[in-house]
């Protein structure tokens, strides 16, 4: 036995199981070689004999509640969460409570999804022992997934003043902060974090991450940079403080970010990308349009089709055949067939491929030739991408809006949704009524939606308008929404029985006016020159550019911008107190 032992203190784990079984060869009941060879098979990995000593163990000595805990370790590790669990309350009914026992016991009913069981285990456990982390930290993730928030931050914070060199600790606790708005105690969290991993580049880039997620933009910069001091090349951490200027809607902070990201990392696709946008919108046309280039590399504008023609680098295209190509999103190839009318002026002949919901638009294009929705099989002179023709044309802000309007409804869709719409009533029912389109979401998919779409219900100061007939021109899943308040208002719900853009045009044409956030619609209006109105969210598109409330690429456009990122109540009633003085031109006009 003494060999055994010394073996097993020597960590000669198979060695030792041999000289266990030697002892048991003599002595098959001795309960400490079989406690022993139990351990020494469990620390070998070698878990089926481990459980078997250990049941034989138990068999001799059913009062050790050591070996009924070990054996509920044993159960737990092969995830018979019923055997380890009886295992355990064995033990806990021998030798009364310990905290080791009452965090495993909390482990086993964690793992069946037990969690207020769980929970009153743990809590045991902290009272036996104030100092166990694990317990800690396994409530601060029940309260967590139980929705008991201030728990959790409480938790998180016991567990975090346990081991302040944790990063998942200190992470979590900010998150748990956040999550009840206790901000003024995430101060000397991150301070502490920031000592902590003063030079760990990798540390900082999860803890300004974790910033940014618990909108804590400023400290999340700050972090970003320490890191940025450390690693000048990490690219999650360039992206990290980008996000929080672009939070903060710190325009030349993102800017001075973007050079800076550049500069370090000239070949990174996604930096460039973001660096055009930025120029774009400052009216940095020249360089802007150069640097557009690089979207094409990033992992999210990858262009799936590149058609088998020359492409098209600025040469003269008198008599040629081209083809300009979709790009991005539909608001974007809206926006962007206004380059076949100045081709055409150029003397090119002008096909177009777009994606099939703007085919009967796109047909009615200025300078459009044919329109086509898959590749088309030529041959072309030329083919160029529609945001690439800028740089070659050398597109300058003077140049806006090249042509107006570029895009109208055929006369017959137009007649077709007079006629739906009543407008031979007008006159007669409701002589002083304005027709309204309205807007208020956009694609649920766009990785900014949250910013740009509204809720329905904080467009009723504009709804209560006298004088004003509302239509709601929306289309997805909330074109419905409108119905609900058809009877508190005169708003009538068009979208169902809209098929496609063509009729989506001829209603907004029979309209005097359209009121929508940043969609394709308004892209929409403002190619057909009508009078429509933006509301922008405070870091808007790139091609709105700044500051301003109208748009050089549309005429008719006017522009109604956020002050603070989120905060659509004073766009609102900007738009609103527009919207009277509109009416009252207009019955004036009348």
Same mark, same amino acid.
């Given at each position: ?74 159960? @737990? &590790? $092969? !995830? ?6 009886? %295992?355990?309350?064995? *033990?806990?009914?021998? /030798?009364?409570?310990? +905290? ?37 930290? @396994? &409530? $601060? !993730? ?6 008991? %928030?201030?728990?959790? *931050?409480?938790?998180? /914070?016991?567990?975090? +003043? ?429």
């Amino acid at each position: 036995m003494a060999r055994a032992d010394a073996y097993f203190a020597g960590k000669r784990l198979p060695e030792a199981i041999d000289a266990y079984k030697e002892v048991l060869a003599l002595e098959p009941q001795h309960v400490n070689a079989l406690h022993r060879a139990g351990l020494a098979s469990f620390l070998d990995n070698q878990m089926v004999q481990a459980g078997e000593f250990l049941s034989r163990a138990l068999l001799v000595a059913p009062e050790r509640a050591d070996i009924w805990e070990q054996r509920g370790l044993l159960a @737990a &590790l $092969a !995830e018979d969460w019923i055997a380890a669990e009886a %295992f355990y309350h064995r *033990a806990l009914s021998l /030798t009364g409570s310990t +905290a080791t026992l009452h965090r495993n016991l909390g482990d086993c009913l964690r793992s069946s999804l037990r969690l207020a069981e769980a929970k009153a285990h743990y809590i045991k456990a902290l009272e036996l022992e104030p100092g166990l982390h694990h317990a800690a930290r @396994a &409530l $601060a !993730e029940i309260c967590t997934e139980l929705g008991q %928030f201030a728990d959790a *931050a409480n938790y998180w /914070t016991r567990a975090w +003043a346990l081991d302040s060199t944790s990063l998942a600790d200190g992470l979590a606790l900010i998150l748990a902060l956040a999550k009840i708005d206790r901000r003024s105690d995430i101060e000397p969290v991150v301070e502490a974090m920031r000592c902590s991993f003063a030079s760990n580049a990798d540390a900082l880039k999860e803890l300004s991450y974790t910033l940014n997620c618990a909108r804590c933009f400023s400290e999340a910069i700050s972090i970003a940079k320490q890191g940025l001091a450390a690693d000048p090349k990490n690219e999650q951490l360039h992206l990290n403080a980008m996000y929080g200027f672009d939070a903060l809607v710190d325009l030349p902070g993102l800017r001075s970010q973007c050079i800076e990201a550049v500069r370090n990392l000239p070949d990174n696709a996604l930096m460039q990308y973001v660096l055009a946008t930025l120029e774009l919108k400052f009216g940095e046309f020249e360089q802007g349009w150069k640097r557009w280039k690089w979207h094409k590399r990033t992992p999210y504008f990858r262009d799936p089709v590149r058609p088998d023609f020359p492409e098209w680098n600025g040469e003269a295209v008198a008599g040629c055949k081209f083809l300009l190509v979709k790009e991005l999103g539909l608001g974007d190839q809206i926006q962007f067939l206004r380059m076949a009318h100045w081709l055409h002026r150029q003397g090119a002949t002008v096909d177009v491929w777009v994606d099939a919901p703007l085919n009967e638009v796109a047909r009615s294009a200025s300078g459009v030739h044919a329109v086509w929705t898959e590749l088309p099989p030529g041959p072309y002179d030329y083919f160029c991408h529609m945001m690439r023709m800028p740089e070659y044309m050398k597109l300058d802000l003077p140049m806006l809006p090249l042509a107006m309007p570029y895009i109208a409804a055929t006369p017959e869709k137009i007649h077709q949704w007079q006629a739906y719409l009543g407008d031979g009533a007008r006159d007669k029912l409701c002589a002083k009524n304005r027709r309204v389109g309205l807007v208020w979401a956009g694609d649920p998919n766009h990785p900014f939606d949250h910013r740009r779409s509204v809720k329905l219900d904080m467009l009723r100061p504009l709804l209560g308008q006298s004088g004003v007939t509302w239509y709601s021109v929306q289309k997805g899943y909330l074109e419905r929404e409108s119905e609900d308040l058809a009877n508190e208002f005169d708003l009538h719900t068009l979208g169902p029985d809209i098929n496609d853009f063509a009729d989506t045009l001829a209603i907004l044409q029979t309209l005097d006016l359209r009121i929508t956030v940043d969609t394709s619609v308004a892209h929409l209006a403002g190619a057909a020159g009508l009078p429509v109105w933006v509301l922008l969210p405070a870091h808007s598109d790139w091609r709105w550019m700044l500051d301003r409330a109208d748009s050089p690429w549309y005429p008719s456009m006017r522009l109604f911008r956020q002050r603070k990122l989120g905060e659509w109540g004073p766009v609102v009633e900007e738009v609103r107190q527009a919207l009277g003085a509109w009416c009252d031109t207009s019955a004036i006009q009348a």
